[in-house]
């Protein structure tokens, strides 16, 4: 069974950091892109950060010098480490491991930021 779980998330104060952990089981995540999203109260959901099976990272622009994307495969492990947080950064964000044939999903993490 495959299962993706989500840790790290929290509330901190604008300016503050947070990193998110993602662990994999059932699954060589090394075979996976992985992906976070996340998703605000009455938005959609939307990409986050994406490191590849090669290691190559790409960030939405809201994202790009506050947010770092990397991975572990020895530890089955993708993180996020999300710097000078802002409210507009409150959201449940997810994990997704990804191939073109496989997608799996997280059940979230809550990130609230606030004064």
């Known amino acids: 069974q495959v299962q993706l779980v989500e840790s790290g998330g929290g509330s901190v104060q604008p300016g503050g950091s947070l990193r998110l952990s993602c662990v994999a089981s059932?699954?060589?995540?090394?075979?996976?892109?992985v992906l976070w999203y996340r998703q605000a109260p009455g938005q959609q959901r939307e990409s986050v950060a994406t490191?590849?099976?090669?290691?190559?990272?790409k960030y939405a622009d809201s994202v790009k010098g506050r947010f770092t994307i990397s991975r572990d495969n020895a530890k089955r492990t993708g993180y996020l480490q999300m710097n000078d947080l802002k409210p507009e950064d409150t959201a449940v964000y997810y994990c997704?491991?990804?191939?073109?044939?496989?997608?799996?999903w997280g059940q979230g993490t809550q990130v609230t930021v606030s004064s």
């Open positions: 490191i590849t099976r090669f290691g190559t990272t």
């Open positions: 059932g699954i060589d995540v090394a075979q996976y892109a």
């Open positions: 997704n491991c990804y191939d073109t044939i496989r997608d799996y």
